[in-house]
């Protein structure tokens, strides 16, 4: 049994940068592609972004396109998301989750396996 979890979350204002990362201890990291949802008030937990188990191929939500990215260190057994130009709209709970699946698409709910307990991030002025 993997367990995730997450830390790095507060309250930012629009513009700024937030680094959130994501500790994995009960298995080697490496033997997952690592990924990071989000989940608005009153909204479906979606997709961010995800990397693959060697770090060499990643994928974003057209929402944080060109605004994140996601790193990886297996040796730490840590993942972290760093997005740039937070905007009110990223305002949720962030999750980091892992996954079993040998080959995309990660892209919803069911594509993983193994979730964190989530961290906030608000974006507010």
């Known amino acids: 049994q993997v367990q995730l979890v997450e830390s790095g979350g507060g309250l930012v204002q629009p513009g700024d940068s937030l680094r959130l990362s994501c500790v994995v201890s009960?298995?080697?990291?490496?033997?997952?592609?690592m990924g990071w949802f989000r989940q608005a008030p009153g909204k479906e937990r979606k997709f961010v972004a995800f990397?693959?188990?060697?770090?060499?191929?990643?994928n974003f939500a057209d929402s944080v396109k060109g605004r994140a990215t996601i790193s990886r260190d297996n040796v730490e057994n840590t993942m972290s998301l760093r997005m740039n130009s937070l905007e009110p709209e990223d305002t949720a709970v962030y999750y980091c989750?892992?996954?079993?699946?040998?080959?995309?698409?990660?892209?919803?709910?069911?594509?993983?396996?193994?979730w964190g307990q989530g961290t906030q991030v608000t974006v507010s002025s």
């Open positions: 989750a892992a996954s079993l699946k040998p080959s995309p698409p990660y892209s919803t709910y069911d594509d993983w396996h193994y």
């Open positions: 009960g298995r080697t990291s490496s033997n997952y592609v």
């Open positions: 990397i693959s188990r060697d770090g060499v191929s990643t």
